[in-house]
């Protein structure tokens, strides 16, 4: 169990004045109250995150093919912030949440399902690479969309983004990409703006085929590069790659947490934890959840089987401050600075990580 009262938390958040941290429950539809549920189903632990508790008896359940998954006894896993929508999903049994002090179950896959989603991986890293050879000045938001959209639709997969709609949105999400520019960190909308020389664009992508998704994300520059630019994106990626270095067998999910936080911080950069990684699989967003900050040695247990989405996010500027915009979905940087995401789907196996979205690099 939770060794600390992560809704305590919040609430001091709220008296020391710092609304933009707060809404981090919002894995599921009940998030508006600061944040609108992410794509990326994070409870914002921000620099506790990997920290709750010692979960070396978490539930896990793994199974053999074709089988359904055995429902273990569930671990009473406190978090405050986690006011879900999930339900006990009744095609496989597994309990992937409840509502107030949510129960939280971790599914295993077997190497054939690890193979299974690294099909869609294949998808996803193909839309990532036609996408980026589109991207050009004068190229819109929209129209990269509809590139990636037709890749998907050939690939015989379908997008895991579009038509998602949380409870509080007017209408479903209306892309298969987020496509965000400068100072949107996540989230993007693929809308009518055309690229200009020197934007710096973060491109996110799930696909899923044969009822198994993967996720990926990218940010490059269009046209001219800065400097600057190429720095944040850079140790973006050094913190991407050490999180996946430390996703091994026997580690723990703050050991993948806190690689990544020590490189963001070495470089002076703000760190946004609110919005992380995520368990994958037969669903976009299962449990647990990747922070990109915390302690090592603690949190989820790392075994063979696990697969997760690891994807970190910096901001140019050092404070760790960021806004939804008026659009419901875009994450601002809180004081205009550039913003960089990057993201691979990610198999624990025994033999070390296993990169499902290989060809993005």
Not at 106 to 112: A, D, N, R, S
Not at 222 to 244: Q, S, Y
Not at 349 to 357: A, M, S, Y
Request: with cysteine; proline share 7%; aromatic share 6%.
């Amino acid at each position: 169990m939770c060794v600390r009262n992560l809704v305590d938390d919040v609430r001091e958040d709220v008296v020391k004045g710092h609304p933009e941290h707060i809404g981090h429950g919002s894995d599921g539809e009940e998030g508006r109250r600061g944040y609108p549920p992410p794509f990326d189903l994070a409870q914002g632990f921000r620099r506790n995150a990997g920290s709750c508790g010692d979960v070396g008896d978490a539930p896990f359940s793994a199974r053999p093919p074709q089988h359904l998954a055995e429902v273990l006894p569930a671990l009473p896993f406190r978090s405050g912030q986690r006011h879900s929508h999930h339900v006990r999903d009744t095609n496989t049994g597994i309990v992937i949440g409840t509502t107030e002090g949510c129960f939280e179950m971790v599914e295993l896959k077997t190497p054939g399902e690890i193979d299974a989603m690294a099909a869609a991986g294949r998808v996803v890293a193909t839309v990532h690479a036609t996408v980026r050879a589109h991207a050009a000045v004068g190229v819109s938001l929209k129209e990269l969309d509809d590139v990636a959209h037709d890749v998907i639709r050939a690939a015989g997969a379908t997008s895991s983004f579009l038509g998602y709609q949380p409870g509080f949105a007017s209408s479903p999400y209306p892309g298969v990409l987020n496509t965000s520019v400068n100072d949107v960190m996540l989230h993007g909308l693929p809308t009518a703006y055309r690229l200009r020389d020197g934007d710096l664009l973060g491109v996110d992508c799930g696909a899923h085929i044969d009822g198994w998704h993967a996720d990926a994300a990218t940010t490059f520059i269009v046209g001219n590069p800065d400097p600057a630019d190429e720095k944040l994106i850079e140790t973006t990626e050094r913190m991407l790659h050490a999180g996946i270095d430390a996703a091994r067998p026997g580690g723990r999910m703050g050991d993948i947490s806190h690689a990544m936080e020590v490189i963001g911080r070495a470089a002076g950069y703000g760190i946004q934890s609110d919005f992380g990684g995520h368990g994958i699989g037969r669903a976009m967003h299962e449990e647990p959840f990747v922070p990109n900050e915390g302690r090592p040695g603690r949190g989820w247990p790392l075994r063979p089987g696990l697969v997760i989405a690891i994807e970190p996010s910096l901001m140019a500027g050092s404070h760790d401050h960021y806004y939804i915009a008026d659009d419901g979905w875009s994450i601002r940087t809180g004081d205009g600075s550039r913003g960089a995401h990057v993201e691979h789907t990610v198999a624990i196996t025994d033999d070390g990580p296993r990169i499902l979205t290989a060809h993005l690099d």
